[in-house]
């Protein structure tokens, strides 16, 4: 006998295998956000056909927000308790909570792409980079930048960060993560995986100067 999801039918073997693989894959990689970076990770909404799975016809924001009525789920929770948390939500998307142990400086793809290739051959401290469907890159720096960004490009001689398409993001803003997909558009990916060596993201002084040099070209 079979059942209806978002206009699909499926068998009970088929969900028995789709249950697998699920764990195997969002369930897996949010354990390893709780519990290897010590990252608090949130159950997002979907987007399909432009509508949003939280329900609201107004949505500002459709696949692009965490669920209201599901709790964050802390750093440090195991796999065993994030698959239990999810199979509470299935399909919900993987999101980052921002402002506690990291915060974001995002810029347009290209940028981002160009700015972390000079970062690499400069061997300046980098975190991971995430990119999404939507043209945006996002460089994970420590706690406290999305705050004192305007402070620290004025000091660098930069007193418009519109200007640079350059904006932080700090308490209270959610980045969805790989492997989920953001609005419908497509999945997020990493420009530059966590690692062992990157626990810790950089002070965004260290990038700012190149993130900004490379905007202002990109601009030109």
Known sequence: MGFTIGGMRENRT??????????????????????LWGWDVARGARAVGGACSCGRADCAAPGAHPLEFAPAIPAGATLDEVTRAWAEVPGA?????????????????????????????????????????????HFFVAPGAAAELPALLYRMG??????????????GAYLTAPPSDRGGRGPVRWL??????????PEARLLLGTLAYVALRSRA
Not at 158 to 171: E, N
Request: net charge positive; with cysteine; charged share 25%.
């Open 14 to 35: 088929g969900t028995r295998r789709r249950g697998r693989s699920y764990r195997s894959s969002e369930c897996t990689a949010v354990a390893e956000y709780t519990g």
């Open 93 to 137: 998307a993987v999101m980052l909570a921002v402002g506690r142990a990291f915060d974001v400086i995002e810029v347009a793809e290209g940028t981002g792409r160009c700015a972390l290739a000079r970062m690499e051959r400069m061997g300046l401290p980098l975190g991971p980079v995430t990119v999404s469907p939507d043209g945006r890159a």
């Open 158 to 171: 930069w007193d418009d960060p519109a200007a640079l398409d350059l904006r932080g993001l700090g308490p």
């Open 192 to 201: 530059r995986r966590p690692a062992l060596d990157t626990a810790n993201p």
